[in-house]
C-alpha cells in the first residue's frame, strides 16, 4: 500500500484523533454534523448517497431526525472506513448500504439518486472533473450535490506553530488540501454545471486548554502525512503551546469550514 492517502486512511484511527481535538475544544456548542445535516433540503422520500463517509459520524449524530423514507448508501475507497462505518451505525434500527467506491469511478447506474453529499473529502480527489462528471451522471436531473470543505485560512494559527518544524507549513497543507476550498470550490461546482451554488459558513475556533490533543493531532494529520514527528520536535510544540496556554488561557486556532450547497439544473 504506497499511497499515502490510503495509508492515512486504512482505518479511522488518524481521523479519530483530529475529530476528538475539535469535540472537545470547538467554541461553538451546536455540533458540525448537526448544522450540515440541516443544510439537506430534501424530500421525505429520497435516495442519498455519500461519497467519502469516513466512520459515518453524519448519520450517527443525526439518528433521531432521518426521515424513515431516505434511502441511503455510504461509500469510501477505504475498506477499513467501511467497516467502521458499518459497526457505527450497527444499533441503528433503519438499513443503510455501504459499497466501496472510488468517487471517480462510482459503480451505480446513471439517474439513481436524489442527493450526493461529499464531506471534507473532494480536497483529496486527483482527478475532480471526473468525479463531478461521475456525481453528475449518478444524481437525477435536478438532483442535489451537498459538498463540505474548509477554507484557506483553516487552522492557521496551527500551521504556524508547526513552521520552526516544517519550513513552509501552510503551503504544504494547502498544496495537498487546497484543491477544492471555500475559495475555489463554487468555480468548480459552476464549470461541473451545477447550478444555485450556495456556500454556508459554520461559524466556530478551537479554544486549546490542554496540550498533549494538538500532539495527536499534529501525528495524525493527513495534509503533512509525509512529516515523521521527533520526540524533539514535538517537545518544542509542547512547550509553545505550554507557554501560550498559561500565557492565554487557551491556544486559540481560527477555523474556517461550511458546505456548498447546488443541483443540477
Ligand atoms: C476527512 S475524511 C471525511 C470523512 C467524512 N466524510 C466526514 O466528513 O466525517 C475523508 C474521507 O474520504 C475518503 N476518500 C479519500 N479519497 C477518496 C476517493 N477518491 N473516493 C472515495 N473516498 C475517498 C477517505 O478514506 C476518508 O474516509
Given at each position: 500500500m504506497s499511497n499515502p492517502l490510503k495509508i492515512q486512511y486504512k482505518d479511522d484511527k488518524n481521523l479519530n484523533a483530529r475529530i476528538a481535538l475539535h469535540r472537545r475544544?470547538?467554541?461553538?456548542?451546536?455540533s458540525w454534523q448537526r448544522w450540515v445535516f440541516?443544510?439537506?433540503?430534501?424530500?421525505?422520500d429520497a435516495r442519498i448517497l455519500e461519497l467519502?463517509?469516513?466512520?459515518a459520524d453524519l448519520w450517527r449524530e443525526n439518528a433521531d431526525r432521518i426521515p424513515a423514507g431516505w434511502n441511503i448508501t455510504l461509500t469510501d475507497f477505504s475498506e477499513g472506513m467501511i467497516a467502521a462505518a458499518r459497526r457505527n451505525l450497527a444499533a441503528l434500527e433503519r438499513p443503510f448500504a455501504f459499497k466501496q467506491a472510488d468517487a471517480q469511478d462510482l459503480p451505480f447506474a446513471t439517474a439513481t439518486f436524489d442527493a450526493v453529499i461529499a464531506n471534507h473529502?473532494?480536497?483529496?480527489?486527483?482527478d475532480r472533473p471526473r468525479a463531478f462528471a461521475e456525481i453528475r451522471r449518478v444524481l437525477k436531473p435536478g438532483g442535489k450535490f451537498y459538498a463540505a470543505t474548509n477554507g484557506e485560512q483553516h487552522m492557521r494559527e496551527l500551521w504556524r506553530l508547526y513552521e520552526p518544524t516544517i519550513p513552509g507549513c501552510h503551503a504544504r497543507v494547502l498544496a495537498t488540501?487546497?484543491?477544492?476550498?471555500?475559495?475555489n470550490g463554487a468555480a468548480q461546482l459552476e464549470a461541473a454545471g451545477f447550478v444555485d451554488v450556495v456556500w454556508h459558513n459554520y461559524v466556530n475556533a478551537l479554544a486549546v486548554t490542554d496540550v498533549e490533543p494538538l500532539i495527536a493531532y499534529a501525528q495524525s494529520s493527513n495534509t503533512l502525512m509525509d512529516h515523521v514527528w521527533t520526540e524533539a520536535e514535538l517537545s518544542a510544540v509542547r512547550a509553545a503551546v505550554t507557554a501560550r496556554i498559561a500565557a492565554e488561557g487557551a491556544f486559540h486556532i481560527g477555523k474556517v469550514a461550511g458546505l456548498f450547497a447546488s443541483h443540477l439544473p
Open positions: 475544544f470547538d467554541v461553538n456548542p451546536y440541516e443544510h439537506y433540503a430534501l424530500p421525505t467519502g463517509c469516513g466512520p473529502m473532494l480536497y483529496h480527489v486527483p488540501a487546497g484543491g477544492f476550498l471555500m475559495e
